[in-house]
């Protein structure tokens, strides 16, 4: 139900903005998030955002990475900014069950997921 796009291999300083689209659900109202997994590393979470648009990061792409959310388009996306080479992940979009809920920073609180895209940050 959720598909993200948008990876690919960049250079470091570069930008890449990944998108999520969402069918059969809407992600109005819904708290959503951006996490990603490296190799031989846990999901972690990069960015959230609550139902009313209330947004948080992790701390390593504070000021470089931007969560938003279209209504009209029904996606999410992630516009990261001065991309690092440990930024390299696959990044996975995720959707709350329930709408008008806060941020979740707990990977089991997200019901819906995409399938990953693969950033490459070469150095």
């Known amino acids: 139900q959720l598909q993200a796009s948008g990876g690919g291999l960049v250079q470091a300083g570069d930008s890449l903005t990944l998108s999520c689209a969402a069918s059969?659900?809407?992600?109005?109202?819904?708290?959503v998030g951006w996490f990603r997994q490296a190799p031989g590393k846990e999901r972690e979470l990069v960015a959230a955002?609550?139902?009313?648009?209330?947004?948080m990061y992790e701390d390593s792409v504070k000021g470089r990475f931007t969560i938003s959310r279209s209504n009209a388009k029904n996606t999410v996306n992630l516009q990261m900014n001065s991309l690092k080479p440990e930024d390299t992940a696959v990044y996975y979009c995720?959707?709350?069950?329930?709408?008008?809920?806060?941020?979740?920073?707990?990977?089991?609180?997200?019901?819906?997921w995409g399938q990953g895209t693969q950033v490459t940050v070469s150095s």
């Open positions: 955002m609550n139902w009313s648009g209330a947004t």
């Open positions: 995720a959707a709350e069950r329930n709408a008008y809920t806060a941020i979740r920073r707990n990977l089991h609180e997200y019901a819906y």
């Open positions: 059969g659900l809407s992600f109005t109202f819904r708290a």
